[in-house]
């Protein structure tokens, strides 16, 4: 059974940054990625990366340009950069692996879940 664990997250205002982690117990994932839950809210997909080489990657129109995803297959772990915070970025982030070839954004493609962070932005 494969463990994520997240960490990194907490309060910043608004146009601050944070970095969230999220390490994986063994690599078992070709595709890892991040979602986000809002109160009151569905669960949507934030960004993914490939583990394979090349490290492909995929962004929600909401978070491109602001958020960066990456990976150190090393220490089987994923990053998630967030530049520019907004309050509408306020959300519990999940850490999620996928079986699949390819980064798919639907939540019911991973598996595998971490038990969250909770990212807080102030206006």
């Known amino acids: 059974q494969v463990t994520l664990v997240e960490s990194g997250g907490g309060l910043v205002q608004a146009g601050g940054s944070l970095r969230l982690s999220c390490v994986a117990s063994?690599?078992?994932?070709?595709?890892m990625g991040w979602f986000r839950q809002a109160p009151g809210k569905e669960r949507e997909f934030v960004a993914g990366?490939?583990?394979?080489?090349?490290?492909?990657?995929d962004y929600a129109n909401s978070v491109k340009g602001r958020f960066t995803i990456s990976r150190d297959s090393a220490k089987n772990t994923m990053y998630l950069q967030m530049d520019s915070l907004k309050p509408e970025d306020t959300a519990v982030y999940y850490c999620?692996?996928?079986?699949?070839?390819?980064?798919?954004?639907?939540?019911?493609?991973?598996?595998?879940w971490g038990q969250g962070t909770q990212v807080t932005v102030s206006s």
């Open positions: 999620a692996g996928s079986l699949l070839m390819n980064i798919a954004r639907q939540k019911t493609e991973y598996p595998y």
């Open positions: 063994e690599r078992a994932s070709y595709v």
């Open positions: 990366i490939s583990v394979l080489s090349h490290g492909k990657t």
